[in-house]
Each structure stands twice: as structure tokens, then as C-alpha cells.
């Protein structure tokens, strides 16, 4: 069989540990006998963001500007702990929060969902999709650690000098500062992308944020969507019969729960990033979960939700067995491949990506799947399979189905 081809690079940007061993096996063994893959690789793993001062961070989110979509696996975000452990120049910021913020929009959230893995809350009968606005908040904040007392500022300076302060704290005694900001512009774009998912997808949207205690900061997204809502989208919505629906987030927390799904849950970004990993738990694994970033000039970033899986790559370190889900993984280059397949009027490459996710779910609805899902699955008797074996077994229903 020849192998697909494919006219426009897509962005590859590799990362670090457990995550890195998967994406090298996802490649050998279930794209490259297949595709023709044409990729401009970017490491992002933490070795190489050290050698060059991050700059590969920032090369890599200029090249999905250029050719418009992306796959990105896990990426370590360095602590104290870090440095040490890779001897760091300095403490890099995350990658996500520096390709988000170059790349701006929203980062969609889907729990994927297989026969045999049910959700743990039980009213949950359809997916939640986490909208998670993508841009600033703490993801590009500026903070410090106050030793001594003194005051601490918040100071605005006009273009022309006119200055505009207010008093964060009077400290007494030592402790920390933050300071972070939005931009009218990426809210609005964050609403917009959220009411025109929900109109492709016809589902309703939910909205929360701390507009009560926040009320200058939650107050503007609040109001930014209620604007857009009623003057760009409300008759939309009112024909296709979908509602927007906002509340406080704890509100929205609790009533979420009690939901039965199938709703887009608009989150700010720090709401997003804890809340996807909440319901990709509940509907089974963090490792079922995809992720998709939508730029408003639409670029496309796709990645799993999850992290490195750095307790596993220890085990993989100390030469023991893992079982590592790839699944989340596996969907990203899907997500990226059918969508560079789209773009480019590359049917070949649309179907291997559907194909690809057939072969993945079915491995499971036949009972073979990692240790997360076998320990929640209603299936009996299931398959426990380390990584490479998991990924071994897709590859065979996967050549069963290319034939
Ligand atoms: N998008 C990104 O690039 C992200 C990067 N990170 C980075 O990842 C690193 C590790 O973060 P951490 O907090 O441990 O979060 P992880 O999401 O990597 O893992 C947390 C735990 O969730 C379970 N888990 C997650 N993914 C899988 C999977 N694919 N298969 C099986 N189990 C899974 C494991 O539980 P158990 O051990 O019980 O099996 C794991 O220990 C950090 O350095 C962080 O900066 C974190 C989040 C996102
Ligand atoms: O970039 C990071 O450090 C964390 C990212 C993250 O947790 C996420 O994308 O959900
Ligand atoms: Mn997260």
C-alpha cells in the first residue's frame, strides 16, 4: 500500500518524559507505516527549551502561525524541583502559557467517550466540553515574594504619563504579590468562539466566574458575554432552540454535577485548566481527554489535556513496566492530521485520522486497554496491557481495518 501524502507540513512539537517515550511509539508504530508524515519538528522537551533560552518555545508557535496547525505532547513547566533535576538555566515559564499567549483563543476540552467506560457521576449521560479561554490571567502574571515590610502598588501609566495607583497590601510582615491582566479583545474572542462551538455542535453554553468578589476583573468577562450574546448571537440561539446560561462559578460547579451533560462549560483559564481534569477523571481517565486550541485567526493547536505522566516515566527510568494511557495522545495527532487534512482537501488523510481513532477505540470496547481504564471498566475480565503493548494492539486492529 502506498503511503498517504501529505502537501503542508504540520507543526510537531515534542516534549518531556512519559509522554515523550508514547509520542515515539504513536509515531513508529501508527503513523509512519501508514502516512508519508511531513512535519516540522520542533523539541520542546526541557533539554533543548535550556539550550536555547526558550527560544524553540516561541519558533514553535511562529511556525503554526505560518502553516496553521499544530500537535504538541506534554511538556514539563520547570519548579525549584526541576532545576535541579535538568540543571537549569532558569525557571522557564510553561510552554502552554507562552504558545497560548502568542497564539491567543480557546482551548476546547472533550471527554472521549468507549463503550465499557462509564462516567463515576452517575446523572452524567452526555460529554461536558470545557471551553477554556486560553489567554493571560496567572498563565502570563508577574508575581514576587516581599521579604520586609513595605507597600505594595498596582500602577497604571498612560501613554502620557497620567498615573492611576491603588494599594494591593500595607505588608507587616513578609509575603507574596501577584499582578495579571485580560484583554478585551481575547475575552470577546473567547465568547465568540464559545457561542459558535455551541451553535456547530447545538448544544447550550454555561458560563461562570467570581463576578461577586471580582468585580471589576470576573465583572468584564461577565459583561462581555452577556454584550455578545444579546447583540451578535441570541437569535441564533433562540432558533435553534440553545440557551446561555451564567451563574457564579461555584454555582456552576455544584449545578454541573448535578447536570445530566452534553453543554459547553465556558471556563476562565485557571477555571479550565482544573476543571477539564476534573470531568476527564469522572468520565474515566485524565488520559481521555482531548484538547484543542482555536486561535481567532484560525491557527490550530492539538495536545492531550494531561501532563507527563512523570510518576510512570520513573517506573520507565528504574526499567520496570508501564501502562501508560496513549489514547489522549493518540487523539491529538488524529485531531491534527484531520485537521490539516481539511484544510489541505486531503481525503486520504481525513479517513486515516477517523481510522485511526476507530482502530484505538474499538482495541478497547474489545477489552484491551492500560490499568486507569481496566480498574473503572464495565467490561469483564479486561486486558491489562503495558504502553508499547496498548499501542501494539491498536496497530493490529488498525492494519485489520486499512486492508
Ligand atoms: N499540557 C501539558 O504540557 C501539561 C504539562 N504538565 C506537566 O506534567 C508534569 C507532571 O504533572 P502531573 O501533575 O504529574 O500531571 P499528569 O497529568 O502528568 O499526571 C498526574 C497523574 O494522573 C494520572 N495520569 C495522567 N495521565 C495519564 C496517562 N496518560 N495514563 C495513565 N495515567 C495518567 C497518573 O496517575 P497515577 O500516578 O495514579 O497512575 C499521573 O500520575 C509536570 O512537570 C507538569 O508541569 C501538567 C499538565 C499539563
Ligand atoms: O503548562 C502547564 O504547566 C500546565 C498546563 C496544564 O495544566 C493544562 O494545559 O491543562
Ligand atoms: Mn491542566
Known sequence: MDKIKMTTPLVEMDGDEMTRILWKM??????????DLNTEYYDLGLACRNETDDQVTVDAANATKKYGVAV????????HARMKEYDLKKMYKSPNGTI?????GTVFR????????????????KPITIARH?????????EFYVEKPGKVELVYTSENGEEKRSLVQEFKSPGVAMGMHNMEASIESFARSC??????TNQDV????????????????KEIFQKIFTEEFKAKFDAAGLTYFYSLIDDVVARVMKAEGGFIWACKNYDGDVMSDMVSSAFGSLAMMTSVLVSPDGYYEYEAAHGTVQRHYYRHLEGKETSTNSVATIFAWTGALRKRGELDGNKALTEFADKLEKATLSTI???????????????KHPKVLSSRDFILAVRESLDRIMK
Open 100 to 104: 497560548r499567549a502568542i497564539l491567543d
Open 110 to 125: 472533550a471527554p472521549i467517550v468507549v463503550k465499557g467506560i462509564e462516567p463515576c457521576v452517575r446523572n452524567w449521560k
Open 72 to 79: 504538541k505532547c506534554a511538556t514539563i513547566t520547570p519548579n
Open 195 to 200: 457561542f459558535n462551538y455551541a451553535l456547530d
Open 26 to 35: 504513536i509515531k513508529e508504530e501508527l503513523l509512519l507505516p501508514y502516512v
Open 134 to 142: 486560553a489567554y493571560g490571567d496567572i498563565y502570563k502574571n508577574t
Open 365 to 379: 470496547e474489545a477489552g484491551k486497554m492500560t490499568k486507569d481504564l481496566a480498574m473503572i471498566t464495565t467490561i
Open 206 to 221: 454555561w458560563f461562570g466566574a467570581k463576578d461577586t468578589i471580582s468585580k471589576t476583573y470576573d465583572g468584564k468577562f
